[in-house]
């Protein structure tokens, strides 16, 4: 709410006003006291303020506590008595849907225990019900809701990270490279719609979830739904040697779907007018999310009817090489049939390379470096 506002945990809460400067305790001992031992503890391992509402604080301990405040630390409310004891918070997050909403996450590990404990409260922490039964004897060490869905949730265990698309009820693993690791947190960059995970290992993962935060029932119970494809700019990596392409980085497309059955996508590219010009390829598709990834180019044996149907268009074409045409600038479709015959059009919109000069065309030779080797985003 105030970038000028840091929140530190030790045993109590203090407070920052202006950005970290000077500190002030705005809490009593939020913890259990202290535990000694070889190694001592008793602090706060988790704060997390409320995006709904200025001043609705709610904080963890590693000795299993969970406090709230909903007017800035003027008064304290413990909220973790009918939740299981003595337990590390590994984990509080306030809801960026419902300001009542707050997630809880506990573990076992120190104690050998190993059993996911995930809960949700819809009134501030006075009650709450547990959800993930259907996760693995792993222990949780993050969850993070997503800003748009508020039914897709994240958790990050021991051993993995794992969603639900139903708020908590059911968990499915998510993997496509991500090994069988520790994740230790999460993150979601709003503006890219990227998930960030951190592992114990000292990693650092990203998944674009754009889609996964569009699956509701709606597509859910579809049997073919093809995500609407953003707009393509040309790449601008394009030298010429007498006519042809030489080390050209083609454009690509990366088509999302979701298929109710394992299936078989076909993927036909046509003019704006619904003229065929070429397949692009077939895709293997599986039960759930499958993601195409297509050259947008048409090959030897598509070049004779791609430059016919250019030339009557009055489209300028241009060989990048191998017997491949790049497509020019202008607006598409893309036919998307599956094994039962469903079938799904949509527009796409192919753009000039910012450095091409051209309206239409491929792009002309890059005069900036960072066109071949950007700089990070």
Do not use: C
Request: glycine share 10%.
């Amino acid at each position: 709410h105030n970038m000028d506002i840091l929140y530190l945990g030790a045993q109590r809460l203090y407070r920052s006003l202006d950005q970290g400067d000077h500190f002030t305790p705005i809490s009593p001992d939020l913890t259990r006291g202290g535990k000694t031992g070889d190694v001592p503890y008793g602090t706060l391992t988790t704060i997390a303020e409320s995006p709904k509402k200025f001043g609705l604080i709610y904080t963890g301990s590693d000795d299993g506590l969970i406090y709230v405040t909903k007017d800035g630390g003027a008064t304290w409310t413990r909220i973790s008595d009918k939740l299981p004891q003595n337990m590390r918070v590994n984990r509080v997050i306030a809801s960026s849907h419902v300001e009542g909403r707050v997630y809880a996450v506990l573990s076992g590990f120190h104690w050998d225990h190993f059993k996911p404990y995930l809960y949700v409260s819809e009134d501030y922490g006075t009650t709450w019900k547990q959800l993930g039964l259907d996760l693995p004897m792993e222990p949780l060490n993050v969850v993070r809701e997503d800003p748009v869905n508020e039914d897709l949730l994240f958790v990050g265990s021991d051993n993995g990270l794992y969603m639900s698309l139903d708020r908590g009820t059911s968990f499915m693993r998510m993997t496509g490279g991500l090994p069988p690791v520790a994740v230790h947190d999460l993150m979601i960059q709003t503006r890219e719609h990227d998930l960030v995970v951190g592992t114990h290992g000292r990693s650092i993962y990203i998944a674009h979830i754009a889609e996964l935060e569009q699956l509701k029932d709606s597509i859910l119970k579809t049997e073919l739904y093809v995500f609407d494809p953003s707009p393509i700019q040309q790449s601008s990596n394009y030298t010429e040697v007498d006519g042809q392409g030489i080390g050209y980085y083609s454009t690509h497309l990366d088509l999302p779907y979701f298929s109710s059955a394992k299936t078989i996508a076909t993927v036909e590219l046509r003019s704006g007018d619904g003229k065929f010009l070429f397949a692009t390829l077939r895709d293997s598709g599986e039960k759930g999310m499958n993601y195409i990834s297509a050259e947008l180019a048409a090959d030897s044996a598509d070049a004779v009817a791609f430059r016919d149907w250019a030339k009557n268009a009055d489209k300028k074409t241009k060989m990048i090489g191998h017997g491949k045409y790049a497509l020019v600038p202008g607006d598409y479709q893309l036919k998307t049939t599956n094994t039962e015959g469903e079938t799904v059009t949509l527009k796409l919109t192919i753009k000039a390379a910012p450095d091409s000069g051209e309206s239409s065309g491929v792009p002309g030779i890059p005069q900036d470096p960072e066109d071949v080797f950007p700089v990070d985003k």
